[in-house]
């Protein structure tokens, strides 16, 4: 069976993994990322590759397929430009082709994590599909009609850079105020708790450190009945519903599936996000998108980003 290797690089770590043409993973390595700095970053990267690549043994693997945060040249695999990470024009694809001496194919990560869902997870046999990545920052993708749309530059589906709260809203890294990603992402809920503590002097939340509060944090406090924790929460299930109703008027899918590390809240994000959703979709008739969590978890990306390898580009088509 024909297998490729999939990267996954994400806002804190890197996974390579040997995939088959089922999507089954058979080796993997990851390592945590603590400096994003190209010259850290790149040797990370190849360090995993060349990890699964001795797992493996299997000589036949020739393709590398990477999926990277930011805006990707789609032809030489350059990073051209990459907020959460600061880069600016890295020539990701060509050093690792100069590493592993393999064709690597570089896309976007959030695109990837797409194709990986609409082809083994929630969005197979979907011919309309939106793929969310709530993390670090917030990343997506549309299948319109079984084509996945990658736009003029490779930028299509950027859901995370439409501003929901451009007079009031939080500053988002690529500079503007209010973005989707600044309002929804897991970085979006610790804002949120962060900016309502003085309110909530009492709260469990307040014993932890503000550079240890993380996403998980606070919403298990709002699921313990926490008040600061539900203030939170509340914050941002109404501003994911904002972001998820534009979503809806953008593109009108059948199926919106909500993958990353804040989706793992499930059934509790869902219950509170899918009737808010409901009351701020206007233009399209109401009840006919199915909102879900992703099938494939952390491994979409990794999953997806062989496909594309195996496949010679981001396509849903097989060669």
């Known amino acids: 069976m024909a297998k490729t290797i999939g990267v996954d690089l994400g806002g804190s770590h890197v996974l390579a993994a040997v995939v088959d043409e089922d999507g089954k993973i058979h080796h993997r390595s990851e390592f945590d990322i603590t400096d994003r700095a190209p010259d850290v970053v790149i040797p990370l990267i190849a360090k995993a590759i060349d990890d699964v690549l001795a797992s493996s043994k299997d000589k036949a693997i020739d393709a590398v397929g990477v999926g990277a945060p930011g805006n990707v040249d789609l032809v030489t695999g350059a990073v051209r430009y990459s907020p959460n990470f600061g880069w600016h024009d890295v020539p990701l694809g060509a050093r690792l082709r100069g590493h592993c001496g393999k064709n690597v194919i570089v896309g976007n990560d959030a695109r990837c994590a797409v194709l990986g869902e609409h082809t083994f997870g929630t969005g197979r046999g979907t011919a309309n599909f939106v793929l969310l990545t709530l993390g670090t920052g917030i990343g997506g993708g549309i299948v319109a009609e079984n084509t996945l749309l990658l736009g003029n530059a490779g930028g299509a589906g950027e859901f995370g850079h439409s501003q929901i709260r451009a007079t009031d809203g939080f500053v988002c890294s690529c500079g503007k105020t209010g973005c989707f990603e600044a309002q929804a992402s897991g970085t979006g809920l610790v804002r949120h708790a962060l900016a309502l503590a003085p309110s909530f002097p009492r709260s469990e939340l307040s ?113």
């Not at 503000?210 to 600061?228: Q, V, W």
């Not at 899918?253 to 989706?263: D, K, S, Y």
């Not at 701020?280 to 992703?294: C, E, F, H, K, N």
């Open 207 to 319: 014993n932890v450190k503000p550079e240890k509060l993380g996403s998980r944090e606070i919403r298990k406090a709002a699921e313990a009945g926490d008040a600061h924790g539900l203030a939170a929460w509340t914050r941002f299930i109404d501003d994911l519903a904002r972001g998820l109703a534009n979503v809806i008027a953008f593109s009108n899918p059948q199926t919106i599936a909500l993958g990353g590390g804040v989706a793992s809240a499930g059934d509790f994000m869902l219950a509170a996000v899918r009737p808010r959703v409901e009351e701020l979709t206007t233009m399209v008739p109401r009840g006919q998108t199915s909102i879900v969590t992703a099938a494939l978890g952390n491994d979409a990306g990794a999953i997806g980003a062989a496909t594309m390898a195996r496949r010679g580009g981001l396509t849903t088509k097989d060669r």
